[in-house]
């Protein structure tokens, strides 16, 4: 599990994988939630409201299909605050 001896990045394009992406979405939402301090996502191409819109079987298709576009779009707001960069070390820069 992430601690402080036990960092963890998710280094974007979490959406847009596969028939599990809301669920993986969820994981990391709830890891980052329970260990703020040790869990970072960095956005990636695929968290962006034009990239899902348009990527066939994409996340905005299969939020909406099973949930709302309302919930889309509190997706892509998340998306949105999210850095675009992370600094590992002050020597890693992961993109």
């Not at 980052?32 to 034009?50: D, I, M, Q």
């Not at 919930?71 to 992370?86: R, T």
Request: proline share 4%; glycine share 6%.
């Amino acid at each position: 599990l992430p601690s402080s001896k036990n960092v963890v990045l998710f280094n974007g394009d979490i959406v847009d994988r596969g028939p599990k992406q809301i669920q993986l979405l969820s994981l990391v939402l709830a890891l980052k939630l329970a260990f703020p301090g040790s869990v970072h996502v960095v956005r990636g191409n695929h968290e962006t409201r034009t990239m899902n819109q348009f990527t066939e079987r994409g996340f905005a298709e299969v939020v909406q299909q099973r949930f709302t576009e309302s919930l889309w779009n509190n997706f892509c707001d998340y998306f949105d605050e999210l850095p675009v960069m992370a600094l590992i070390s002050n020597s890693l820069v992961c993109v």
